[in-house]
T-cell receptor, first 112, second 109 residues
C-alpha cells in the first residue's frame, strides 16, 4: 500500500493564480481531511469528508474548495491564491472519523 | 483562547533521560491522539486513547478524562526520538481533531 500520497511536494504561485493540491489514499478510508500548518500554530482543519460525495467545512475553509467524487481522492482547490495561503498542507485519512489518522507527506506552498 | 495547551514548548534532554510531555484541553472529547512530526516534516500517529494508559515500546501515553489532561512519556530517550510531539484531542460535534502547537524535543547523545 502506498498509504496517503500528496502532489506536488513543493509549489510556488503568484497571487491570483489557481491550483489543485492532490491527495489520494489506497486504504479504502471513508474519512479524509485537509489541514494547514503555519509557524507557531497547531494544525488547522480546512475541509473534511466522511465519504464519497460528502464534504464539510473545518476551522479555516475560506479560499479553498474541495470535492470527493471517489473514496480514494480528495483534491483541495485554491481558486485565487493569496499570500496568506502560504503554508504547509497535509492531507490525512482514517477508516472512520474517530480512528487512527494517516497523514500524507505534505505540500509546501508559497504564494508570492 | 487555546483549547489545547502543551508543555513544555521546547525540551532538550540527554540520551537516556525519562521524558514527559503534558497536554491539557478545555473541550469535551471522545478520544485523544498523540502524533510525532519528524524533522523532515512527516507526521505519524503514535497513540489514540480514550481512557487509562497505552504503551508502545519506550513510549507510554496516559489520559485522565475527568481532569482533561494527557501525558506522553518516553523512557530511555534516544537521539532518534528528536521530533515535535503533537497532542490532538478529538472533540466537537463532528469529532474532528483539535491540535496543540506541539512540543519540540531534542535528545543529545
Amino acid at each position: 500500500n502506498a498509504g496517503v500520497t500528496q502532489t506536488p511536494k513543493f509549489q510556488v504561485l503568484k497571487t491570483g493564480q489557481s491550483m489543485t493540491l492532490q491527495c489520494a489514499q489506497d486504504m479504502n478510508h471513508e474519512y479524509m481531511s485537509w489541514y494547514r500548518q503555519d509557524p507557531g500554530m497547531g494544525l488547522r482543519l480546512i475541509h473534511y469528508s466522511v465519504g464519497a460525495g460528502i464534504t464539510d467545512q473545518g476551522e479555516v475553509p475560506n479560499g479553498y474548495n474541495v470535492s470527493r467524487s471517489t473514496t480514494e481522492d480528495f483534491p483541495l482547490r485554491l481558486l485565487s491564491a493569496a499570500p496568506s495561503q502560504t503554508s504547509v498542507y497535509f492531507c490525512a485519512s482514517s477508516y472512520a472519523a474517530p480512528s487512527e489518522q494517516f497523514f500524507g507527506p505534505g505540500t509546501r506552498l508559497t504564494v508570492l | 483562547k487555546n483549547e489545547v495547551e502543551q508543555s513544555p514548548q521546547n525540551l532538550t534532554a540527554q540520551e537516556g533521560e525519562f521524558i514527559t510531555i503534558n497536554c491539557s484541553y478545555s473541550v469535551g472529547i471522545s478520544a485523544l491522539h498523540w502524533l510525532q512530526q519528524h524533522p523532515g516534516g512527516g507526521i505519524v500517529s503514535l497513540f489514540m486513547l480514550s481512557s487509562g494508559k497505552k504503551k508502545h515500546g519506550r513510549l507510554i501515553a496516559t489520559i485522565n478524562i475527568q481532569e482533561k489532561h494527557s501525558s506522553l512519556h518516553i523512557t530511555a530517550s534516544h537521539p532518534r526520538d528528536s521530533a515535535v510531539y503533537i497532542c490532538a484531542p478529538r472533540g466537537g460535534s463532528q469529532g474532528n481533531l483539535i491540535f496543540g502547537k506541539g512540543t519540540k524535543l531534542s535528545v543529545k547523545p
